[in-house]
């Protein structure tokens, strides 16, 4: 058989064994991954093939999808670095059938790439030069029989090349080192026993201490590989890039004090050495611990490396990515007119108005704090904008001088009662990278790019979604150590959740900008281009329909991004609603079957809830989709974010000294991190609810309780006035803390400062009671945390502004 035809027979059988593994992995059938593999394959988005394509895969959701797109491409991955490999082994003539069955049975790519090592082209080395001079024989005789002799054995093997005996002996054991460390079973098993004993350890380099002052939490830390979550990794590592720290990979926590370690006794119960007082025992014995600790403790440091990077990496693009959906789903104030204020002190507090539709029709810039202190003036200035335009809302970003503009904003909404304004604190995080963009210029060329600030501020009140798909999500800052993170991984996985997102709440096709229409499915930024282009030239759509009179948007187009994209008040009241133009001849047999008329039938709950799906699925559209187009029709375009709302702050509680230890108050949550949740209660000081005081039963995941924008209920634990902290807790049957008598007990119920920092100086509350405490390498109890350079963006802006250490490692700070 060719080669060739064994490659045509192999492909054909990985793609069949990438289908089992995945279905395995997700727990479905096969037939399921391979329609959506097949989907993929042919241009279909995660979003259309969740939504559209059901009975084709048989109802897998976005999540299912988008770990099954992830695990495709890791599998494709692993089967062309297959193929390269056996392609290389064969091209030295070295390709057994044992061989070939054991690459073809590597089921990931680190085991791969350890069958592949004794193979793989390299510099020449001391063993190469060991077996050219003839001493591989040496070698194999001294392991198969200690009985040996060393030195006299040795002795028969100097030649010309060989100076004398003990150069002899220096060749074969570094044949015999190779070998150890090129055994992929053996390397495999003591890779994973490393991981699970081994651990990671930080110290301080000399005369580092002030310069790396951020890092103090890792100046001498331990901790094993298995227990060190994403950010201390990271910022261990960082540590290290900045010359701060040294960093050593630590086989055992416990280290053997004498004699082998239990890795070197590993590798001598493999190739059968034992000390039984035999001429050649004690050579092999040093052979061993030299293989170990020059070859395979430094092979293993580097894949564990690579692991515990990419361990952290995967988590910190989860938290990122959760973060950003979160955001990105914000509940919208919708359409009213609102006030934006992009806050500053010299350069004065930047104002824009928007009407309902997102319009721009006031800017203005006011100047009420240091060092003018126009405070009268610039509240008459607001007071007649928001009188002339009927403004609802006032949106206030949370930069420079936020505290003081929410301020001006109420006593603004003090003086006048009349106006009936709502204030609003906004993330202005990536504010600043849209104003100076290419699209804020083409979008509001009259404006100064400072003003476009305010403009952004006030949309994202109105509608987060829209707004912030105008910027790159890296520059949204609501991830940790993003500039440490793999740009592609991270890349792909937020393109996802926007995309995930755009789709999943539609899209208005007569006012949706550019940027929003490129994250639809199917539209690429020509078409979307093209779209806003025929929109301006033509006026607005009238029918979904009239997509293909657009340039370039071939009947594929159409068909990935026709159900997401809404016409409001348009022909047919179905391109309204998230039903698919190729279903609406299902919906015709309903409309039929009811003997009514189609926006009659719309908003028709009772009417719709007595048909059952199966009377008009057919072999096109099956239950699935009929159910989703009955539930559609019953509440046509709902958007899926949560309605608009904030917290009611309390009367006479405005600032820290107000809080007393046992009130009740409502907040908005912020921002949530690993180790709780950060509320707003109204004070201009974030309070923290950590994670212990979330419920009363475990919380893993602190977004299992509460996610950003959420109002919430909570009782104040413990307020900490000099060092502007604010313990809370959703548990509202908790009792408060007496601070009289000093902080107290720190290991739960939200009573901790800065007990588990969790990079960038970000202090989280104290340690859950079930977690004992940490011990570093000195023996005391170590601070489990990090530095995080100078911040990561909104979550380091909430800390700083629950008061919690700032990320240059200085003092926290309250809200800017």
């Known amino acids: 058989m060719t080669t060739a035809v064994n490659s045509a027979t192999g492909a054909a059988g990985s793609n069949e064994a990438i289908g089992r593994r995945i279905a395995d992995e997700l727990g479905v059938r096969e037939g399921q991954v391979k329609a959506a593999v097949d989907l993929l394959d042919g241009g279909a988005t995660v979003p259309f093939i969740a939504r559209y394509r059901k009975e084709a895969t048989g109802t897998l959701d976005d999540a299912q999808l988008r770990a099954l797109e992830e695990r495709l491409r890791y599998l494709r991955e692993l089967e062309e670095r297959r193929a390269a490999v056996l392609e290389s082994v064969e091209a030295q003539g070295k390709l057994d059938d044992e061989l070939r069955v054991r690459i073809l049975a590597a089921d990931s790519k680190a085991r791969l790439e350890d069958i592949y090592l004794p193979y793989k082209p390299k510099r020449r080395t001391k063993a190469q030069i060991a077996r050219e001079a003839g001493l591989e024989p040496l070698a194999d005789r001294l392991l198969a029989d200690p009985g040996l002799d060393p030195a006299a ?90 010359e701060v720290l040294d960093l050593t990979l630590e086989p055992e926590a416990e280290p053997t004090q004498e004699g082998p370690t ?60 959760a973060n950003l959906r979160d955001l990105l789903l914000a509940a919208p104030a919708g359409a009213r007119a609102t006030l934006g204020l992009d806050p500053g002190f010299r350069t004065g507090v930047k104002v824009a108005v928007t009407d309902r539709t997102g319009k721009v029709v006031a800017t203005s810039t006011i100047y009420p ?24 809302l006032v949106a206030i970003g949370n930069g420079t001088a936020s505290r003081e503009t929410d301020k001006l904003a109420a006593d603004l909404i003090k003086a006048h009662p009349e106006l009936n304004l709502t204030k609003v604190v906004v993330s202005e995080a990536g504010a600043s990278v849209y104003s100076a963009s290419a699209f804020a210029s083409q979008e509001l060329p009259e404006l100064d790019v400072s003003l476009r600030g305010a403009v952004s501020i006030a949309r994202r009140l109105q509608d987060p979604l829209a707004e912030l ?72 759509f009238h029918s979904r329909k009239g997509l293909k009179d657009v340039a370039r948007l071939g009947p594929k187009a159409f068909e990935q991004c026709a159900g997401f994209l809404r016409i409001t008040g348009g022909d047919d009241p179905l391109d309204a609603s998230s039903v698919h133009p190729e279903a609406y001849p299902v919906v015709r047999r309903i409309v039929k079957a009811t ?67 046992g009130m009740l108050l409502e907040g908005t949550v912020t921002n ?41 209920r909570v009782k104040v634990l413990d307020v900490d006035i000099p060092r502007k902290r604010i313990a809370l807790t959703l548990r509202l049957e908790d009792e408060a803390q007496d601070r009289r008598g000093g902080r107290g007990d720190r290991q739960g119920g939200g009573k901790g400062g800065a007990d588990d920092r969790q990079g960038g100086g970000q202090g989280g509350g104290g340690r859950r009671r079930d977690t004992p405490p940490r011990q570093n390498r000195g023996g005391r109890p170590a601070r489990p945390g990090g530095s995080d350079g100078g911040g990561n963006g909104a979550l380091a802006d909430a800390l700083r502004r629950a008061g919690l250490a700032g990320g240059d490692g200085g003092p926290g700070r309250g809200r800017r």
């Open 262 to 321: 239990r890795y070197e006794r590993a590798i001598t119960a493999r190739f059968g050495i034992a000390d039984r007082g035999r001429p050649a025992d004690g050579w092999l014995r040093e052979t061993v611990r030299w293989a170990w600790r020059t070859r395979i403790l430094v092979h293993l440091g580097i894949d564990l490396r690579t692991r515990l990077r990419t361990t952290a990496e995967d988590e910190a693009v989860r938290v990122f990515a």
């Open 595 to 661: 003997g009514g008329d189609i926006r009659q039938l719309i908003g028709d709950s009772a009417t719709l809830r007595g048909l059952k799906p199966q009377e008009f699925a057919d072999d096109t559209f099956g239950v699935p989709t009929v159910t989703d187009i009955l539930g559609e029709l019953e509440k046509p375009g709902r958007d899926p974010r949560p309605a608009f709302r904030t917290a009611t702050f309390k009367e006479g509680v405005e600032e820290l000294k107000d809080l007393a230890p």
């Open 469 to 540: 798909v105008k910027i790159d999500p890296k520059s949204i800052g609501v991830g940790q150590y993003q500039h440490d993170l793999s740009e592609s991984k991270l890349s792909r996985s937020l393109d996802a959740v926007v995309e995930d997102c755009v789709n999943g709440v539609g899209v208005d096709l007569n006012t949706a900008s550019a940027p929003l229409l490129r994250r639809v499915s199917g539209i690429t930024a020509t078409l979307a281009d093209n779209i806003v282009r025929h929109r301006d030239d033509n006026g607005p």
């Open 369 to 392: 704090h240091v060092p003018q202190r126009r405070w009268d003036e610039s509240l008459a200035t607001l007071a007649g904008l928001c009188r002339e335009h009927a403004v609802e």
């Open 153 to 242: 054995t040795a002795a028969g093997f100097v030649t010309g090349e060989v100076a004398d005996a003990a150069a002899a002996l220096e060749g074969a054991r570094a044949i015999l080192v190779e070998r150890f460390g090129e055994d992929a079973d053996l390397i495999g098993e003591l890779r994973e026993r490393m991981w699970s004993d081994g651990r990671l350890a930080a110290r301080v380099r000399d005369g580092k201490e002030e310069a790396g002052a951020k890092f103090s939490d890792y100046f001498d830390f331990a901790e094993p590989f298995t227990k060190l979550p994403s950010h201390r990794i990271l910022a261990m590592f960082r540590g290290e890039k900045e």
């Open 672 to 712: 949530v991190a690993a180790f709780g949740a950060f509320v707003d209660i109204g004070v201009h000081q974030d309070g923290l609810v950590h994670v212990s005081a979330m419920s009363k039963t475990f919380v893993k995941d602190p977004r299992d309780v509460v996610k950003p924008g959420d109002v919430v």
